[in-house]
Nanobody, 122 residues
């Protein structure tokens, strides 16, 4: 069983930056790790994902060029660097993990963190 714990959310002005981090408990997790977000009244949506060796990285079109996902396998962590933040990036951000290839649908992921709030003011 993999447990995921996010950190790094907060309040930032539009144009600012935040860095989210997610730590996986237990043995080194060699699967895919990703980030999703959910705004009030909206469905959970894919943000970014990265495979074990970092050879496969996917981003949602809405964050390409602004967000960067990375992982440190020695520390069993994945990070999401968010730059040029916009009010529409406001959401609860969730870390997720799955065993196989990179996927963009929430139902494909087996493990989830509790979420961290990101609020971008205009």
């Amino acid at each position: 069983q993999v447990q995921l714990v996010e950190s790094g959310g907060g309040l930032v002005q539009a144009g600012g930056s935040l860095r989210l981090s997610c730590a996986a408990s237990g043995p080194t997790f060699s699967g895919v790790m990703g980030w999703f977000r959910q705004a009030p009244g909206k469905e959970r949506e894919f943000v970014a994902a990265i495979n074990w060796r970092g050879w496969t990285i996917r981003y949602a079109d809405s964050v390409k060029g602004r967000f960067t996902i990375s992982r440190d396998n020695a520390k069993n962590t994945v990070a999401l660097q968010m730059n040029s933040l916009k009010p529409e990036d406001t959401a609860v951000y969730y870390c997720a993990a799955r065993s196989q290839v990179v996927a963009t649908t929430p139902s494909a992921y087996n493990y989830w963190g509790q979420g961290t709030q990101v609020t971008v003011s205009s």
